[in-house]
């Protein structure tokens, strides 16, 4: 082929068509109407002189050949946005755009700390805030749509040699009770206390969830005998419940901090039981680096470790480094 036969317009409405699974809803996502979409589709499929959607279903199916566009698409539109935020930043040191990226506990009682302060140095730069699964946040981080992550899940093993992972931070996961239960006056409890708890608890698909289940069996407690009074799908929902008097529960400690201030809810030790977990910094050392990135790596990540963090391990690769715009969706708590 001489030419391209396609264009970053047609990959953007290849893309829009593929996630709103129709054509109608990806030209409302596109601001553009229904026609110039249908019309961008067949010039893209005469000049490839193949069809890139099944057409009989009624939403809209891509054939192989429309994965195949869609794949290369991705990369394509990923590193012309890489590009424009590289030549940004060679033209305005003060602006720029930070995108972050976290698992739903680090992003719901961890991040906003840390991108608040980040504003305070830096108001002219836009943030965003993507909270996802680990899962899904770790495939932004290696496509180049998210600068880097803390993530509290295990990151999947066949993203890992994609990515540098850095051991950030301790998180402690500690005994929750209302202020009204029989065990809130007591420092320390023994194990099997735990067997007359009712337990509120996040789906048994859950990092947390599993993060607690292996230490508890660890330490020699049958977790099918512990009594689960109800599965939710949030912390900000199993607190709600705890203080309601509803049961107990094991949640982050970073997730209590304004809860135990002001003495709506307690929490207890158990006797030779620590429930920690490792939050990690994650980013991809092949794409470009922000000097936005650079600065909140440098400057802010530091203040909040707790495993003597080095930000001298995110290197840049090149050269150096409103209000926040938060991205989330429902997802198991990581």
């Not at 290696?142 to 051991?167: T, Y």
């Not at 048994?204 to 977790?223: A, E, P, W």
């Not at 929490?267 to 990135?293: C, D, F, G, M």
Request: overall charge negative; hydrophobic content about 40%; proline content about 4%.
């Amino acid at each position: 082929m001489s030419e391209l036969p396609f264009s970053l317009d047609q990959l953007r409405i290849l893309k829009a068509i593929a996630a709103e699974g129709s054509f109608k809803r990806a030209a409302d996502s596109l601001f553009v109407s229904q026609p110039a979409v249908s019309l961008q589709v067949q010039n893209l499929e005469r000049q490839l002189n193949v069809p890139l959607f099944d057409r009989g279903g009624r939403r809209a199916q891509l054939t192989e050949a429309g994965h195949l566009l869609l794949t290369y698409g991705e990369k394509i539109l990923s590193l012309c946005q890489e590009t424009c935020r590289a030549i940004e930043d060679l033209q305005n040191l003060q602006g720029g755009t930070l995108i972050v990226g976290a698992s739903q506990t680090t992003g719901t009682y961890l991040l906003p700390g840390m991108i608040g302060m980040f504003r305070q140095k830096y108001p002219d730069v836009a943030v965003q805030l993507h909270v996802h699964s680990t899962r899904r946040t770790a495939w932004s981080v290696v496509n180049g749509q998210i600068d880097l992550a803390i993530v509290g899940g295990e990151v999947p093993p066949e993203l890992q040699e994609s990515l540098e992972i850095i051991p950030y931070a301790e998180d402690e996961l500690v005994l929750i009770l209302p202020v009204s239960h029989s065990l809130a006056e007591k420092e320390k409890i023994q194990k099997d206390d735990l067997y007359n708890l009712n337990f509120i608890t996040l789906d048994s698909q859950s990092t947390i969830r599993k993060v607690i289940d292996q230490v508890l069996s660890q330490s020699n407690i049958d977790t099918r005998r512990l009594k689960v009074e109800m599965e939710l799908s949030s912390i900000e929902a199993i607190k709600n419940a705890v203080q309601s008097g509803l049961g107990v529960a094991f949640v982050s400690v970073s997730a209590i901090e304004k809860e135990l201030q002001i003495g709506v809810m307690t929490t207890v030790k158990i006797e030779q039981i620590v429930i920690n977990r490792i939050l990690s910094v994650i980013y991809n050392p092949n794409r470009y680096r922000s000097k936005a990135a650079e600065a909140f790596s440098k400057e802010i990540l530091p203040l909040f470790s707790t495993l003597n963090f080095n930000p001298d391990h995110i290197k840049p690769l090149s050269k150096e480094i409103q209000p926040i715009e938060i991205v989330t969706n429902n997802i198991n708590q990581t």
